[in-house]
């Protein structure tokens, strides 16, 4: 009999079994099971919260074998031998990032959501991993993965080993039918109520996700038919003989991040807007975006197609600044984010990175990032390098802001613009107090301000040579933890509004309204009307005067006043 005591003997019971040798399908379930358990925590936690009921906790049951078996008849597929291994790793890290994700941001992760994290850049990346990403990935991930590393596989006649994988795969997937089909009733309107329920399966839907947004970005990758251009034009304001009119110089600056319910124009309880009143301009309340996140929003606001027709994987067939270009209008986009998801790839860019090294530079830049301050520096010398027969036509910049660009809302405003304090100045916004995190958001808003303020004034240092006008308009907005949700992304269908909600602010020059012909009282007025971000592509057409089939005067936000502009001169 073993001198041992039972802990001793415990242990030892425990290494035999940690380091025995094991079929390549008895690893595939074991793994099955964790990520069932451990990796779809941020799953269990919705369907209990739904209906937190005995009943609730045998739905729960029920649900997590269905995702059990589904897991199982997908890796016993793959459970080649030894490929087992690394197969098994790598599915436990992509549950482990994508937990992550959802469990401190309350974010799904849908195909738009993967197709923006493909073009995040390192900065941002740094920013939304954020302090708990490796405890989040060891939680999940280490223990599997020692276990993998270690277990040897046992090997097995090739061909019987195929076939026990293919029967024990087609059982599974059967079991998982009789499943749902056994809990439809239950499951189909807790799933239709509750729709976020069908992106939380982790890995699974991750996954699908990623495939998704993969194809889609090979489906764009195909050469570009610019369709959208054909018939492009200039209209009657540009000929010779129009009143010796001042080509137009619009400043789209596309938004980052903001919210409308943030700013003071919009009636914010926080004066977050000072200095654009004090510049006249005029702020749309009732304006709703076209995605929630950059990659999906940022392509959809400049297509002719409008957010009905948009198809993010169709084929490129030109966009806004395509138009405008072909129309013989000068074009430039300046970027201060992670890109412009290749709709000014056809149009002079440039990026605020250029300002490396210089004191503009040293001033506005740190650690890869610049403030949006830095998107006017040089402005003048860029738009002189456009073709000088183009900018006789008029000039289209676009200023792409980093804005209010989460986690970090407290780097997007510098010291002099932190009027809201406590700021919070974790990453991991569950951690902030909610005063905190609204004042660090706060403050980003009033930065934008100062941007947009200063736009405008550098637009009136223009007027001599262009009739000069500003655009603003946010591509997405933004959850400060509302029912538990942080920063964007969510899938349109569940989105909360402050996602879709975004600011639109205009300022036209006494220039502009004269050669557009607008009534600025008119243009006041409607700035109640609903519209969305497919107004913005006829509305930036409409202001440079380029015709073009593509043109739909019922979305253009200035056409009606236009008319009542040509009505008061009768």
């Known amino acids: 009999m073993s001198s041992r005591g039972p802990l001793a003997r415990f242990f030892t019971a425990l290494s035999a079994t940690w380091s025995a040798p094991r079929s390549a399908l008895t690893v595939a379930v074991a793994v099955a099971f964790w990520l069932t358990t451990v990796g779809n925590i941020v799953l269990w936690r919705k369907v209990f919260a739904v209906d937190p009921t005995i009943s609730g906790i045998a739905v729960e049951l029920g649900v997590g074998c269905v995702l059990m078996a589904t897991h199982v008849a997908l890796l016993a597929l793959l459970a080649w031998g030894r490929a087992i291994k690394p197969v098994g790793m790598a599915v436990v890290v992509a549950a482990a990032i994508a937990q992550h994700f959802m469990l401190r941001f309350g974010v799904v992760i849908d195909t738009g959501l993967m197709a923006n994290t493909f073009a995040t850049n390192t900065n941002e990346a740094r920013d939304v991993l954020g302090g708990t990403f490796a405890f989040d990935m060891a939680a999940v991930a280490a223990l599997p993965i020692v276990w993998l590393w270690q277990v040897p596989i046992v090997r097995r006649d090739v061909l019987r080993d195929a076939v026990r994988r293919l029967v024990v795969s087609v059982l599974a997937i059967a079991v998982a039918a009789g499943l749902v089909a056994a809990m439809f009733r239950v499951l189909a309107p807790m799933v239709r109520n509750h729709l976020e329920l069908r992106y939380l399966p982790n890995p699974i839907s991750p996954l699908l996700a990623a495939t998704k947004a993969v194809t889609r970005s090979a489906a764009r990758s195909r050469p570009v038919q610019l369709t959208a251009t054909s018939g492009a034009g200039l209209g009657p304001s540009h000929a010779p003989a129009a009143d010796a009119a001042k080509p137009p110089l619009l400043v789209l600056v596309v938004g980052e991040t903001a919210r409308a319910d943030h700013f003071g124009l919009n009636g914010y309880a926080r004066d977050t807007t000072p200095e654009l009143a004090a510049r006249g301009v005029v702020s749309f309340t009732d304006v709703q975006s076209c995605g929630t996140h950059t990659a999906a929003s940022v392509p959809c606001m400049f297509s ?72 006017l520096q040089g402005l003048d010398r860029r738009i002189a390098a456009l073709p ?31 009027r809201y304090l406590p700021e919070c100045k974790t990453l991991v916004l569950g951690d902030c107090t909610h005063e905190g995190l609204v004042n660090a958001y706060d403050n980003s808003i009033a930065y934008t301000d100062h941007v947009l303020a200063s736009t405008i004034d550098w637009l009136r240092s223009q007027s001599g040579t262009y009739a000069p006008a500003m655009l603003y308009v946010s591509d997405h907005g933004e959850s400060l933890g509302e029912y538990g949700v942080f920063l964007h992304g969510l899938p349109d269908v569940i989105a909360p509004a402050v996602q879709k909600h975004v600011p639109m602010i205009v300022w036209l020059g006494d220039g502009m309204t004269a050669r557009d012909r607008i009534d600025p009282a008119c243009v006041s007025r409607e700035r109640s009307r609903r519209l969305s971000h497919d107004n913005l592509y006829p509305s930036v057409l409409g202001l440079l005067d380029v015709v073009s089939p593509t043109y739909r005067a019922s979305l253009d936000v200035f056409a009606p006043c236009r008319e009542a502009a040509a009505a008061g001169k009768r």
């Open 388 to 418: 000088e027969a183009a900018r006789r036509n008029g000039v289209l910049v676009v200023l792409h802001q980093m804005g209010s660009h989460g986690p970090a809302y407290g780097r997007r405003s510098p010291a002099a613009f932190k």
């Open 304 to 375: 002719p197609l409008g957010k009905a027709a948009y198809k993010p994987d169709a084929p490129e067939t030109g966009n806004l600044l395509d138009v405008v270009q072909a129309a013989g209008v000068a074009v430039l986009w300046v970027d201060n984010q992670a890109g412009c998801k290749d709709v000014c790839d056809r149009v002079l860019n440039a990026s605020t990175k250029d300002l490396a090294g210089t004191s503009e530079g040293a001033r506005l830049c740190s650690e890869g990032e610049c403030l949006d301050e830095a998107l």
